[in-house]
């Protein structure tokens, strides 16, 4: 084990590896094949080339009539058969190598490797055990539990219906339990191209959101809970009220300062979030409304006492 839970590793980092004393040997004896065969490959190559210049000489001698025929025919063949014997001793070279790289591979192949930079979360083992996969229909649990920190982001399910009006590249807005009353920015990074049906009742489609950019003052962890809002629409110095006093039917309880009672009445609205609702109609600014609808006799007609 060459990493503990909490350390920080680099690309192709090795994180742990298998007992392979058995291939290292493999590796050292094909490295040693290997140099055998650059050795006489160069051997076979340099009488090859001894026996092409024997040739030319020959072929000199005979075109002045210092050489037989016969003797030319010689030294041709023994330069032909010699630049075979370093050609093959060549291929046998590139054979050697190739050993050696399955080897190296084999041996590689016992090794963990990062993928990529990140934090190790968890180590499922220890040094000396032994490891076995599971049986069929039950996961392997990761040897090395491997997280990239470098892109946070927020995975979330989107109601089918309102998944049809969402485009990657729109603006969000992202909160965190762990950080209370601070707003996030982000964008749309990805769609699901598929609904997923864990329940029968509740169709969803899964979205991730970039926080851009990641925050530097914030500690974020993977696995924190998280809500997000896709921003679809806005409005600049709209009219707005908190959306939590609309009642059904698009209405709020209004103050009647003349009689000091509650007043049943209809708005129109527009673009409409958790916290807020834009007015389009029926309110105007500095209307006093009720904020709270859970209490007791808050209902058209109460006489009430501004707070």
Request: overall charge negative; charged content about 30%; hydrophobic content about 40%.
């Amino acid at each position: 084990m060459l990493v503990e839970e909490g350390d920080r590793v680099k690309p192709e980092q090795i994180l742990l590896e298998l007992w392979n004393e058995d291939r290292k040997v493999r590796v050292e004896q094909a490295e040693a094949t290997l140099r055998a065969r650059r050795i006489e490959e160069r051997r076979a190559c340099d009488t090859a080339e001894l026996a092409a210049r024997e040739y030319h000489r020959t072929e000199s001698l005979a075109a002045r009539r210092l050489a037989s025929d016969e003797l030319l025919d010689q030294r041709e063949t023994e330069a032909r058969l010699s630049r075979l014997g370093c050609e093959q001793a060549n291929a046998m070279t590139d054979q050697a190598s190739a050993s050696l790289k399955l080897e190296q591979v084999m041996l590689d192949d016992t090794r963990l490797r990062a993928p990529f930079a990140g934090i190790v979360a968890e180590i499922n083992g220890e040094p000396g055990e032994f490891v076995t996969p599971s049986p069929p229909g039950i996961p392997t649990p990761p040897a090395v539990d491997l997280i990239d920190d470098s892109c946070l982001y927020v995975r979330a399910p989107i109601d089918e219906i309102e998944a049809a009006r969402l485009r990657v590249g729109q603006k969000a807005r992202i909160t965190l339990d762990a950080f209370r009353g601070r707003v996030f920015e982000g964008q749309l990074n990805r769609i699901a191209p598929f609904v997923s049906e864990l329940e029968k009742q509740a169709r969803t489609v899964d979205v991730d959101v970039l926080f851009t950019p990641a925050p530097v003052d914030a500690n974020l962890l993977v696995g924190y809970s998280a809500d997000i809002e896709v921003i679809l629409d806005s409005r600049d110095d709209a009219p707005r009220i908190p959306t939590e006093t609309l009642l059904e039917g698009t209405r709020v309880l209004r103050y009647a300062p003349d009689t000091g009672t509650l007043v049943d009445q209809p708005v129109s609205t527009g673009l409409a979030n958790w916290t807020w609702t834009e007015v389009t109609g029926g309110l105007k600014p500095g209307q006093r409304i009720l904020h709270t609808l859970d209490r007791e006799g808050a209902v058209a007609g109460a006489r009430v006492a501004p707070e």
